[in-house]
């Protein structure tokens, strides 16, 4: 048989760990967005983590924008539930909804929750911080009462707040680094 009977397809060329790695913080940034609930998420976590090459992966994400596209304007709709930074920042500030709960997840980066303009969506809100050779740092508007707990956790905030103010509940945990809530931004 000559080869102009069977034509040879070229190989699909095979997805690496790194690849991987991207789509599943292109996944988390969508989750974040609101654009696939948990259910979706975790099964799209296995596809990623089962793909072979780099078609498989782009199968998973075919539905979903680019990175930097189609984000929602700042302060319409929620901000999700999810802020994730995978050796890189993650910064959420200025005009937004804050969730009832509120989970940041930084791997060797670092990351900015600036709750000053933030509209609080309850009177307690719970952020939940995990910060690996990481810092995660929370701004505080004044008047909001701060209680934290868990490991590496640290807040800096001054004055008493009034009776019946929001709560912010920071629990976290920093392993080799730090969380820090505090109500001032120290400058340089």
């Known amino acids: 048989?000559?080869?102009?009977?069977?034509?040879?397809?070229?190989?699909?060329?095979?997805?690496?760990?790194?690849?991987?790695?991207?789509?599943?913080?292109?996944?988390?940034?969508?989750?974040?967005?609101?654009?696939?609930?948990?259910?979706?998420?975790?099964?799209?976590?296995?596809?990623?983590?089962?793909?072979?090459?780099?078609?498989?992966?782009?199968?998973?994400a075919a539905d979903l924008p680019r990175e930097g596209g189609g984000a929602v304007p700042e302060?319409?709709?929620?901000?999700?539930?999810?802020?994730?930074?995978?050796?890189?920042?993650?910064?959420?500030?200025?005009?937004?909804?804050?969730?009832?709960?509120?989970?940041?997840?930084?791997y060797k980066g670092t990351g900015l929750l600036d709750l000053r303009a933030a509209e609080l969506e309850g009177?307690?809100?719970?952020?939940?911080?995990?910060?690996y050779k990481s810092s995660v740092e929370i701004i505080v508007p004044p008047g909001v009462r701060v209680e934290t707990d868990g490991v590496g956790v640290s807040t800096e905030v001054h004055g008493v707040p009034p009776a019946g103010a929001p709560v912010v509940h920071v629990r976290g945990y920093a392993y080799k680094g730090t969380i820090e809530a505090k109500d001032r931004i120290r400058r340089a």
């Open 1 to 60: 048989m000559s080869v102009e009977q069977h034509p040879q397809t070229a190989p699909a060329l095979r997805a690496s760990d790194r690849d991987r790695d991207e789509m599943l913080v292109r996944l988390h940034t969508a989750f974040a967005e609101g654009r696939l609930s948990e259910a979706e998420l975790d099964e799209r976590i296995d596809l990623v983590l089962a793909a072979l090459t780099h078609e498989e992966l782009g199968a998973v």
């Open 75 to 106: 302060g319409r709709g929620p901000a999700g539930r999810y802020q994730v930074a995978y050796k890189n920042s993650v910064a959420r500030a200025g005009r937004w909804r804050l969730p009832e709960r509120f989970t940041t997840v930084v």
């Open 123 to 131: 009177p307690v809100t719970t952020l939940r911080i995990l910060a």
